[in-house]
């Protein structure tokens, strides 16, 4: 039957032809407190109304008016949802889980009485708990952030209300880093030390999880953790060597070296080996500002250092390299906004003795021998088979031997594999490599590590038959020969001595041989003349 409106109340009305055998009419109705599921479909049955009597009695007109009463229709004594595809009921998002409409009763010759009909909506776990935001999480953390300190949270919502328990996914990258200790909290404690400097960002999967509810809904958030440069570091000296120690890698500082001349001041600052003296905050993130000075000691004073750049000048010249072939130098890099954070290390200033000359060797070239043989090594020789031993003279030096130089083939040759030259000037060859009759020219060079001067000489080589000897001196030979020199003279008188001293021996040996056979002789002559079976002839 078709509800005819009531335009003074906005309602959805009902005209019901009800008895009343005892009368009472609108006065059998009551407030009615219901309840209905969300999500119920369209024609669920919210409330029944009661039975007034017997049919055949007076008419009553019923209403629903209020402001939730679009929600309802009457359909006979039955108060029923009225959804639709495009519009459900859906307790979140109603104002208020409560519906209350008013039930107006109109009866022929009385006034219209109304009701209360007061419907709660139930809930239903239909949301699945969400974290609010982009799906990847970002906090930022500092490195200096205790262990066991709630370093961030996450929280979750979830429409329904329903109480949500946070964990760590342990298969995420670094969840060993982090933990939660109460899981409703969503507070994330940190598990284990940051470090910037090997780990500048962390990841970690959250998830938020129903625990009243038997569907167990959950979601998860992927962290992103940032971590932020604390000043935890001190200054490291450039370039510095990296090393393992117990688990950490600590930057072992360089010495630095430079050379000056004594009794000679340069202009401008010392020039240092393998760079200049340089260092850094440790904290890559912060880069402190660096402030450099020299460890006062007895020759500090004759020093100066940029305290901004770290740049070393002599104010003093060195008076003697044999007094003070070096001086060492205790150098420090602070941090300029702590003090307390600083790093040592040492400059090593080389004297050097001045040079006039550079090394040179006596000849242009050498030649030397070599016989192929069977074992590994074998010495390069000269004329006569004597030892080919290359020295580079420089008269700087007393007697013109220079400590400071260094042989080598020139780089770049082509027989470094057979060829190697000591670093005293001798050259091995691999005479098991080489064949008899071939020929090589070496290249050979002489540096004086203190100054970089350098000088050449050329070996030709020539390799010999196994066993064969070294030829002569080609210089030696022939008839004509100059005065002997000092050397030549000193070798023959010790020869003649040698073999004078060797006649006499051998003279004085043959006398006292002699003199023992004659004695034993006459002993025995003797012994014949006593004995009583000999006679003599007649």
Known sequence: ??????????????????????????????????????????????????????????????????ADAAWFYLDGRSVRLNVSAGRALDREELESPVLMVALTCAEDGFSPVEYRIIVQVLNENDNRPHFQGATVLTHNVSELAAVHSVVFSTQAEDADGDTLMYVIDTASPDARFFRIDLPNSGKVVLARALDFESRQQLEVVVTAVEMNTKERFNASARVRVNVL????????????????????????????????????????????SPGSVYAEDGDRGLRAAITYSLL??????????????????????????????????????????DANKYAVTQA??????????????????????????AREAA?????????????????????????????????????????????????????????????YRLQVLARDEESGETANTTVELEVLWPGQAAPRDPSEAGPARGPPSPGVLAGALGALLLL?????????RAMKQRQRQQQTADRAALAIEKHPNVRGEI
């Open 500 to 508: 004078t001293a060797a006649g006499l021996f051998l003279g004085v």
């Open 296 to 337: 006062a000691d007895q020759e500090s004073g004759r020093f100066h250092i940029d305290n901004v750049t770290g740049a070393i000048t002599l104010l003093r010249a060195v008076e003697s390299s044999r007094s003070t072939p070096a001086i060492s130098l205790g150098v420090v890099a602070s941090q300029v906004n």
């Open 229 to 272: 440069d604390g000043d935890d570091q001190y200054p490291q000296f450039l370039p510095c060597t990296p090393r393992a120690h117990h688990g950490l890698t600590v930057c072992t500082s360089p010495v630095y070296t430079a050379n000056v001349t004594e009794g000679q001041l340069q202009g401008g600052p010392l020039s240092f």
């Open 348 to 373: 090593v200033v080389r004297v050097l003795a001045a040079n006039r000359h550079p090394p040179r060797f006596a000849r242009p070239t050498y030649r030397a021998f070599v016989p192929a043989a």
């Open 379 to 439: 010495l390069l020789l000269t004329f006569g088979g004597h030892v080919l031993a290359l020295r580079a003279h420089d008269p700087d030096f007393p007697e013109g031997v220079n400590p400071q130089v260094r042989y080598s083939l020139r780089p770049g040759a082509n027989h470094s594999q057979l060829f190697q030259v000591m670093p005293n000037g001798l050259v091995v060859a691999r005479a098991d490599r080489l064949r008899p009759s071939q020929a």
């Open 1 to 66: 039957m078709a509800a005819p409106s009531c335009p003074a109340l906005l309602a959805t009305c009902l005209v019901l032809q009800l008895a009343t055998a005892r009368g009472d009419g609108c006065s059998g109705f009551g407030n009615l407190f219901t309840e209905i599921a969300e999500n119920s479909a369209h024609g669920s049955l919210v409330a029944r109304l009661p039975a007034a009597g017997d049919a055949g009695g007076a008419g009553l007109q019923l209403c629903l008016a209020g």
